[in-house]
């Protein structure tokens, strides 16, 4: 089987050629199908987003596609920064101006009251418009200030509690095995080998 991936992301495609090398399914990115448009993202949730890029593609291409959309929502926000994760800070921002922003909206939020959780939706949908939806959700808290150099976006500010530490201090192999992205890709994986 071959999968197109909704992403033109480098980092991100090669993250899930290696979380499904082990199902035979052959993986490629949009940058190898000729000029496609950007799909806008402009749903109300996760699902939405990713079942929309997911759906748009596969028409357009023929190709069984896959398509993720994955944020953060902190409680004391409201769920914000939710699908606006990317671009919290605006349009462009770079992942230390959204950690930045993140961090001054909730200067005045006391510890005990920072919740947040990790979210990731993944849909897979084929060209005739059928299209199945695995999620996955990592609960934390957020710090007051940054601590680790690995991972990216917000993993920094990021604590999991049960391990003490953050995403951004945590393996790789760790992180991987139980972030809402590894969560949603176990949930896909065990779709596929059922429907293979």
């Given at each position: 089987?071959?999968?197109?991936?909704?992403?033109?992301?480098?980092?991100?495609?090669?993250?899930i050629?290696?979380?499904l090398?082990?199902?035979?399914i052959?993986v490629?990115?949009l940058?190898?199908c000729?000029?496609?448009?950007?799909v806008v993202?402009?749903?109300?949730?996760?699902?939405a987003n990713?079942?929309?890029?997911?759906a748009?593609?596969?028409?357009?291409?023929?190709?069984v596609?896959?398509?993720?959309?994955?944020?953060?929502a902190?409680?004391?926000l409201?769920?914000?920064?939710?699908?606006?994760s990317a671009?919290?800070?605006?349009d462009?921002?770079?992942d230390a101006?959204?950690?930045?922003?993140?961090?001054?909206?909730?200067?005045?939020?006391a510890f005990?009251?920072?919740?947040?959780?990790?979210?990731?939706?993944?849909?897979l949908?084929?060209?005739?418009?059928?299209?199945?939806?695995?999620d996955?959700r990592?609960?934390?808290?957020?710090?007051e200030?940054?601590r680790g150099?690995?991972?990216?976006?917000?993993d920094?500010?990021?604590l999991v509690?049960?391990?003490?530490?953050?995403?951004?201090e945590?393996?790789?192999?760790?992180k991987?095995r139980?972030?809402?992205?590894?969560?949603a890709?176990?949930?896909l994986?065990?779709?596929?080998?059922?429907?293979?």
């Open positions: 089987m071959e999968l197109l991936v909704a992403t033109r992301n480098s980092g991100k495609l090669k993250e050629q290696r979380l090398s082990d199902t035979g052959s490629k990115g940058d190898e000729g000029d496609l448009p950007d993202e402009d749903g109300h949730t996760f699902a990713a079942q929309k890029k997911a748009t593609m596969a028409h357009l291409t023929g190709y596609t896959l398509a993720d959309d994955s944020g953060l902190v409680d004391a409201d769920g914000r920064p939710g699908i606006y671009r919290y800070a605006g462009g921002a770079s101006d959204n950690n930045r922003k993140l961090l001054q909206d909730m200067a005045d939020v005990n009251h920072r919740q947040a959780a990790f979210h990731c939706v993944l849909a949908c084929t060209p005739d418009g059928d299209c199945q939806l695995f996955g990592l609960d934390g808290m957020i710090l200030q940054a150099d690995g991972g990216f976006g917000y920094p500010l990021f509690p049960e391990y003490g530490r953050t995403l951004a945590l393996p790789l192999e760790t991987n139980i972030s809402h992205r590894g969560q890709f176990n949930r994986v065990e779709y596929l080998q059922k429907s293979s």
